[in-house]
């Protein structure tokens, strides 16, 4: 019985140590370079693992939110991969710059030209996004990675708050709080802080010379004091003199 219990408990113990031995997949993840705040531009890097043994990646589609549309797409060339953009009509036109855009990127491919990302290894495919929305916190983008062998794995599921991740997440962006004036000051509010800055310059320029002269004036004021003082004085001592004579 003993000898039973110790091979069961030793049995147990060695499942959860192979348990805890076995590394947490990786997946297709997206992170900024530096900070993707709200309302501004940022360079992300979608980082593409290989998870398989007997395979390349040799090929990856990144599918752009709907929800919260992007303007502004464009990926930077890497070595060995091939890339396509793709537009979609908007339900709704958003405006950039002044100007009203119909359309914005609803997806990038990346199709690998050689051997693609071979077992072992990652890669990174970075994209310049913009400009980010500032009514939400978060920009979910679905993936699909397909390896040399016909394999397609789907990051597709959304991860939600307060639940377990899911089996296949999808890549995420958090978003940063809007950096302070990153809106900008408009060029009539620029221009009239640079009137009255020039304005106050002119005043004090104005103002310093007033100032000198008043000093001057005082300056000199005390002077002829001093010396009217001293001319009653020696009045004073001469009339003295001729009477003692």
Known sequence: MKVSRIAAVGTVAGTAVLALSVPAFAHVSVQPEGTAAKGGYAVV???VP???DNASTTKLEVSFPTDHPLASAMP???AGWKVEVTKSKLDKPIELHGEKISEAVSKITWTAEGKGVEPGYFQKFPVSIGQLPEDTDELAFKAIQTYSNKEV???IEVPQEGQEEPENPAPVL???AAEEGHHGS???DKA???DDAEAAAAKTEAAEPADSSDTTA???GVVGIVVGALGVAYGVLAGRRRTDA
């Open 153 to 155: 794995v789907r990051w």
């Open 45 to 47: 890097d979608f980082k």
């Open 218 to 220: 005082r300056i000199l």
């Open 174 to 176: 958090a978003l940063s």
């Open 192 to 194: 009239s802080d640079s």
């Open 76 to 78: 930077q060339p890497v």
């Open 186 to 188: 408009s060029s009539t």
């Open 50 to 52: 290989n998870e398989r």
